[in-house]
């Protein structure tokens, strides 16, 4: 089964024709062709923003399912570990930013 999966990091997005057999290093071998990048250099993360998909899992075994939103992360410059998971919110026009109840601005 083929789908189509979003895959974010800050304020980007690819869009990735996947097929349900694809592992997850296939799909950070075509983000680092992408971004100029060694795939071993890229972490996957689930959409709950918590699992790091591991690299002979395949999408199907992680129930990854058309117009899914992936997350992806690049290796610190310094080589010890991965940058943070930050995602721009979509804020849609004509919509203001809630504020927090500290009255802090998201």
């Known amino acids: 089964m083929t789908m189509y999966v979003r895959l974010k ?3 980007q997005t690819v869009f990735l024709h996947l097929d349900g057999a694809d592992n997850f290093f296939q799909v950070k ?3 680092g062709d992408i ?3 060694e795939p071993e250099k890229i972490q996957l ?5 918590k699992r ?4 002979m899992a395949t999408v199907s075994d992680q129930e990854v399912k058309n117009d899914d939103i992936l ?4 290796q610190k410059e310094t080589g010890s570990g ?3 998971l930050q995602v721009d919110s979509l804020t849609h026009f004509g919509e203001e930013k809630a504020e927090d109840p500290s009255g802090m601005v998201p």
């Open 35 to 37: 971004f100029g990048m």
């Open 45 to 49: 993360i689930a959409s709950d923003k």
């Open 71 to 74: 997350y992806f992360v690049f």
């Open 29 to 31: 071998s075509r983000l």
């Open 9 to 11: 990091r800050k304020n």
């Open 82 to 84: 991965f940058e943070e």
């Open 52 to 55: 790091e998909l591991l690299d």
